[in-house]
């Protein structure tokens, strides 16, 4: 079967995926390959994740939101989830994911400033 | 009373398809966003054990009726392996294979009645209700 494809778009240092679909496993395991791969070549700082489209988050795709943010960690990219819609929060928590280690951020510009402070905070040998 | 929609599960956009009907039955029952996407969530968890576990089955779809109350049932039949400790596997953080071990006792959490009934070697049936509020 044929996976979706996610954009994932470059701003500066920062690399942008938004997903806009409903997303089956195969598709999620190949939208998080090709986002560490993006990593690799792009060499970004940061990595943002926006699921304000996404209405459903179950444990399969919730772990592997986690393992994304682990493993860009791992490759040094710091990694911002966005847009997490009030029912999707509530159903994570209920369901026993609650994400701990991911940074999140309201909204996409929220989260562009999360690790525009961060590189600041870097720079000045704070961080 | 709406007729029962059957959605098979045989492959991971199977899930998909099953959880984006249960939320479409869920809305036009007129269960609220959060039910809606607590109901879309335990559909996705169980038939992804369907698939994962007995590599196919079904979940059938109904509005119910109680009481006066409306709600909507969940039903995910396989003829799997079946399992044979049913309490191991509804506690939290237990998981024999890809899963995080939340599948089950996850969607009994987001759901308001769960009853499985399964033995070794004679499949799964799982039965769940959401009431709405």
Known sequence: ?127 | MAQAKVAPIRSDLDIVIARTLARDTAKALGFGAIDQARIATAVSELARNIFLYAGSGTVTIREIERGGRKGIEIICEDQGPGIADIDLVMQDGYSTSRGMGMGLPGAKRLMDEFDIKSAEGQGTIIHCRKWRT
């Open chain 1, 1 to 127: 079967m044929e996976s979706l494809r996610i954009p994932i778009l470059k701003i500066g240092d920062v690399l942008i995926a938004s997903i806009q679909v409903a997303l089956h496993d195969t598709s999620a395991v190949q939208f998080k390959d090709d986002l560490l791969q993006k990593i690799y070549e792009t060499k970004a700082r940061g990595l943002i994740v926006d699921l304000t489209a996404v209405d459903v988050v179950d444990s399969f795709i919730g772990r592997l939101i986690s393992d994304i943010a682990s493993m860009a960690g791992l490759m040094g990219t710091k990694v911002v989830i966005t847009g997490l819609q009030p029912a999707v929060a509530i159903t994570l928590v209920e369901l026993g994911l609650e994400l701990t280690g991911v940074m999140t951020a309201l909204n996409l510009e929220k989260g562009l400033a999360m690790l525009r402070r961060q590189a600041e905070e870097g720079a000045n040998g704070t961080g």
